[in-house]
């Protein structure tokens, strides 16, 4: 009580008392705290308790108000005396020991005012950043301290400024034989060393002229104070104060302190604190000196705090989660994992432990996102290597259909959520491997996961392999080349699905029809004699339907006309298995403005990979190679002609998963998927032809199904909602396989059009 009150009186007579130049000033309040070290025989009263804040706070005041009334850059002669009198060596000093209680707290606040509030750049200085880097060995070492919120303020601020100034980063690298050197010395700050500090200066804070040996003795005592003050450990004997121990479960390298101290304090048990402590990180990890990212990822814990808390958090969720609450739990932003069960009226068993989990990884994600470049190859390595080969492949192998839909479906929504192109990169490589040669039926095993996940689309059972053909579609439509390449392009490159023959003069000239030369004409095939004027549409109908021709895009280039592809599709099913044209809304027209716009969205992600306009010279081909067309879409078709006897849910997955491969603006995907006149190889397969056997199974079960038109215009109805459910019908699944093949068509027939009509052509 009496100290607060002596407190209030000299405040009261600072305010009457005539205003003093402000070096005199600055020095005033200095001597005042170190008077108190003198004079005090108390060392268990409360820094509060003390006029030590108040005097702090007034020194800092000082200091922005000279620098207010100088020219920007120009030191002052209290911010000289600041740094030549090593005013922040003392105060780190006494902040280590914490003498008198709390003096820590109010050691790092004046650091972080200071850093923050003075303009000019006081990193630079050796007597500035040497006390900041020991102060900052001092953050982190005991979590849930009363000092945390202190240390994570200092943390930051020390963060925005190396942010500001890159290169001040390499005064944090620490040479660690040196400080390993230092930690081995012990030294002692007494009573004297405050007086030595005091006697070199005269009331004004000038240094005084000290004759002879006297001289020499202060010069010798002030070399020597900074070098007692460097010390990593010391104590206060004359007030019987000792320092905290190190703490023993420190990380080993301790070469970037700024880092390892923010990688504690994200173990806080405070979430704002931890929070804060990421944003430090993201900040460090986005600096551009070379020096720094190479101690970041090879001298610290980063990759290995980022990994094991995600193995951690993956590890703690429940063994079966649905699939449904995965793929819809909202949005997650790793700065603001607040959730409460309590306000939540959508929770569902493992919400808390989901939402934690996936708001990490977007924490990493990001991460990596803004780091440095070797920084990120680093960290999406470890994360790589560490959580999604270590943990999560383990989990996607195995054997338990639960577990593996819960997996399969927490891949998906890590697909779906990754934004880094460095830790895509790395996902890629973990679902599908990193080989790009062709692939051969006997070597289809040779990366074990790619070819179970590949495996899973063709499930027993029905939900794993939607879950995992989700996977692979929004897989597809992630902006990275190696993607569709080592799933569907290398095994086209050589265009050995198609028949090869020399070209003859005859055969140079296109028939008058538009048909190429050696082209199936499928007029003539079985499947096809229902064809007739009144079935199909001509070229000018289809183009008053489509998106406008832009004027640089020529005409016909001797590819098969773009209305004979559109018709082969549309004609593909019979007109009694048909059911579009009985309900409105339902034409073609209404995917050829999704076809269009999603083909291009497909072109702005591709553009950077530079794609060839025109297929590969058939004579630059090794057209002698066995075809196969990978394992992939050897699955999808597999699934593709059983459309007819599979559940409704799965048709929709498998067709929508083909009609985004045949969206990619590659000449050889369109060839091979989109060209119904394409002259295929002996014993090769193509998207149309499986489609055409398809549907000659189709002709024939029709036949055995009485009033199959109406049954299957009411299933139609029914799926559109337009009919109330009623009795079940028979053939249930037939007729729904029948209506999905008819869209399919028709989608087909749209991505043809538009491709043809909106790329430009070489």
Known sequence: MFSKFTSILQHAVEALAPSLPLQEDFVYHWKAITHYYIETSDDKAPVTDTNIPSHLEQMLDILVQEENERESGETGPCMEYLLHHKILETLYTLGKADCPPGMKQQVLAFYTKLLGRIRQPLLPHINVHRPVQKLIRLCGEVLATPTENEEIQFLCIVCAKLKQDPYLVNFFLENKLKAMALQ???????????KDQESVTTDTGQPQEVPGAAAAEHMEKEDELPQQAEELSFSLDELNVTSSPECSTACPNQDYN????????????????????????MLLVSL???AAAKCLTQSTCLCELLTDRLATLYKALPQSLDPL?????????WGLDSYSHKEDASAF???RALISFLSWFDYCDQLIKEAQKMTAVAMARAVRERFFIDVMEPQLMQTSEIGILTSTALLHRIVRQVTSDVLLQELVYFILGEHREPETLTDINRHPLRHRLIEHCDHISDEISIMTLRMFEHLLQKPNEHILYNLVLRNLEERNYMEYKPPCQEDKDVVENGQIAGAVDLEEDPLFTDLSPDNTLSAQEWLSASPPVSPEHPKNDGKTEVHKIVNSFLCLVPDEAKSSYHVEGTGYDTYLRDAHRQFRDYCVICLRWEWPGSPRSLEKCNL???????????????????????PYDVNLQVTSVLSKLSLFPHPHIHEYLLDPYVNLASGCKSLFSVIVRVVGDLMVRIQRIPEFTPKLLLVRKRLLGL?????????????EGVIVLEEFCKELAAIAFVKYHTSATP
């Open 184 to 194: 081995g010395s012990a030294s002692v700050i007494t009573e004297d060393m405050i």
């Open 258 to 281: 700024l880092v390892n101290s923010l990688l504690n304090l994200t173990k806080s048990p405070d979430g704002r604190i931890a929070v804060k402590a990421c944003e430090g990180l």
């Open 288 to 290: 551009p000196e070379p």
């Open 325 to 333: 609450d995965i793929e819809t739990v909202e949005a997650i932003n």
């Open 349 to 351: 068993p493992g919400k």
């Open 624 to 646: 002698e190679a066995s075809f196969f067309e990978g394992h992939f879409l050897k699955v999808l078709f597999e699934r593709m002609g059983r459309i007819l006897d599979q």
């Open 723 to 735: 009919e109330p459910e009623g009795p079940i019908i028979d053939h249930m699944t037939l007729l």
